[in-house]
């Protein structure tokens, strides 16, 4: 595995977000592969603070069956965003980290909802395991700009 | 303005103007909340002489100083000079004193003025260190109750002891299920802002005919979910077992019951709860029992409201230790915090469970609290329309018992807890 690839993978992984195409996104995880979107950037764990998202296989499970039915109210009318990545960069993980690569990015993401578009931005990081089918993502972390203060709805991942 | 409330509130239904009135919201700022006990926070988020917590009351910028000699006032944030926010919204820390970031006036922690740069300047007035006139202005009336502090603009309103007797013992319940009998604050404050009217998240919070409508999506998928595969972990599956009450039935919420008593507190369950489900961990049974014995560690644990609520900011769930509390903004806009506590004596799970429950449930990005927030904006949008004037609240009306302490208990989906957060609001807004 190379830099390359693990960059190719989070750029592979944002298209499948942008087109909806949930059940290949989730695929890309590991099967104790986690989603989360902690409240503070400086935040070490989902256990001892309250975070917007932390994602395991179920509740992905649940969240994307709401997203492909449109089966929920704030979801029912039509929920469509496209996410930027910028300064992607991919480094062999640390011996012992438990995972093999580390990639980290500057992600804009536009959700388009109840006919309105909102941005938010976020420092985005992937720890990437090495399988014997190819990278699986172990764990994204996506930490808002203004995950702290007033927030509107986050619909989707971003 | 010349306000007729009677004809708002009628027997069994209210005026969509109460919801969508700008004239009516400045009106509740001034008859309504600077009059009522608002939550300010907790002891525990400034346990050292000179820390600093700041928030807002009915919109008022204020600041809450804990004293050297270990007692806690709370101050306008504001300078006496040009009037400055002395703290920025949402500041916290610890400070030898106050400074103006302005022009440098310096308070003590008492609020009383220390420091005026070049002071020759006012040697023709009274301002000068020490004056009264030039001290913080104190916040109307600041009580604390087992390390919850609330706080009241006005002198006129409610005694604090009369106001907080028909929510006590459920908000005993919350500090009792402690080992210590004491919370902390813990784990962070999520702050979202509702793009509607605040008294939609105060029905929504007793509304038990709602959870399996706008909820039975998510509480069917999370149960679709943990039937095709094994959790991954226990913290999965509890995540899953939270989420599956949600759909309970009608029957369910009926038999949960709802109690409600003077200034528009009320609660529902008791009874029962969506959270009576949960799994208790035996470290922590083992720590209640060796506080309180094993009998009253039953009665404590054995009394679980849902929601309650202390009208007309707060909401508290006993059982998950969580409370919200609405900073209305506009008639449109309600900021809501969701406050988290650490049981103290408890076992590192409890803690756990209370986040965890917040990030699925309450978070903007959970996967339950934006379609109730869908739900408000509808009903924001709704009650512009001229179609009908009236929202109706005649459920279950005069099907009401008296419990023996002093609170009238109805079915859980009946709508008298709305009637009676109504009949205090009425009472509150009839005042000029």
Not at chain 1, 88 to 102: I, K, L, R, S, T
Not at chain 1, 130 to 155: Q, V, W
Not at chain 2, 101 to 116: E, N, R, S
Request: aromatic share 10%; hydrophobic share 40%.
């Amino acid at each position: 595995m190379s830099a390359s690839a693990a960059c190719d993978l989070v750029a592979q992984e944002a298209w499948l977000l942008n087109t909806a195409a949930w059940d290949e996104w989730d695929a890309l995880f590991s099967p104790s592969g986690a989603y989360w979107m902690p409240l503070s950037m400086d935040q070490t764990s989902h256990k001892d603070h309250v975070s917007l998202m932390y994602d395991t296989r179920a509740l992905r499970a649940a969240r994307l069956t709401r997203l492909k039915t449109q089966d929920g109210l704030s979801i029912e009318t039509p929920v469509r965003a496209i996410r930027h990545l910028s300064n992607v960069q991919a480094a062999p993980a640390a011996e012992n980290a438990g995972y093999d690569w580390h990639v980290r990015a500057a992600v804009m993401m536009a959700q388009y909802a109840r006919g309105q578009v909102e941005t938010f931005h976020a420092l985005v990081q992937w720890h990437l395991q090495a399988t014997a089918s190819g990278l699986m993502i172990e764990l994204k972390r996506a930490d808002l700009l203004n995950g702290e203060g007033g927030l509107s709805d986050i619909l989707v991942y971003v | 303005m010349s306000l007729d409330v009677t004809a708002l509130i009628q027997p069994g239904k209210v005026h969509r103007r109460v919801y969508t009135c700008a004239d009516i919201f400045d009106a509740e700022q001034e008859r309504l909340f600077r009059k009522s006990w608002l939550y300010v926070g907790h002891d525990s988020q400034i346990p050292e002489a000179g820390d600093v917590v700041t928030t807002r009351l009915a919109n008022e910028p204020v600041i809450a100083i804990r004293q050297r000699g270990g007692d806690i006032q709370l101050f306008y944030n504001r300078c006496k000079h040009k009037g400055m926010q002395l703290l920025a919204d949402g500041a916290s820390g610890n400070v030898p004193a106050l400074r103006c970031g302005y022009h440098g006036w310096i308070y003590g922690l008492d609020g009383a003025l220390k420091t005026i740069p070049a002071a020759t300047g006012y040697d023709d007035s009274a301002l000068r260190p020490g004056c009264a006139e030039g001290a913080l202005t104190p916040v109307g009336a600041l009580e604390t109750y087992r390390g919850f502090l609330f706080a009241r603009l006005e002198s006129g309103g409610p005694d604090f002891a009369d106001w907080l007797a028909p929510m006590r013992a459920s908000l005993d319940n919350m500090i009792d299920r402690a080992p210590a009998g004491r919370l902390s604050v813990a784990g962070g404050v999520l702050r979202y802002e509702h793009k509607c009217n605040w008294k939609f998240f105060f029905e929504n919070t007793l509304d038990a005919l709602h959870p399996m409508v706008v909820h039975n999506s998510s509480s069917k998928a999370a149960q679709r979910a943990g039937k095709t595969s094994d959790p991954v972990d226990s913290d999965e599956a509890r995540a899953l077992n939270m989420l599956a009450p949600f759909s309970a039935s009608y029957s369910f919420f009926d038999d949960m019951g709802q109690r409600a008593g003077a200034f528009g507190h009320g609660e529902l369950g008791g009874k029962s709860s969506i959270h009576a489900g949960y799994d208790v961990d035996p470290a922590y049974w083992e720590a209640m029992v060796a506080a309180y014995g094993e009998e009253r560690t039953k009665e404590i644990l054995g009394f679980g409201p849902n929601n309650s609520v202390l009208y007309p900011t707060i909401m508290f769930k006993a059982p998950v230790a969580m409370l919200r509390v609405i900073r209305p903004i506009a008639v449109d806009r309600t900021m809501i915090e969701t406050w988290h506590f650490r049981m103290e004596g408890a076992p590192d799970t409890l803690l756990e469970q209370t986040l965890q429950y917040s990030t699925i449930v309450n978070s903007s990005a959970g996967i339950v609290g934006p379609d109730d927030h869908e739900a408000y904006i509808r009903l924001q949008a709704g009650l512009k329309s001229q179609g009908s004037d009236w929202v109706i609240l005649s459920r279950y009306a005069g099907q009401v018992e008296k419990d023996g302490n002093g609170l009238q208990i109805a079915p859980g989906t009946s709508d008298f807890v709305f009637r009676n957060q109504y009949a205090a609001w009425a009472d509150a807004m009839a005042q000029t």
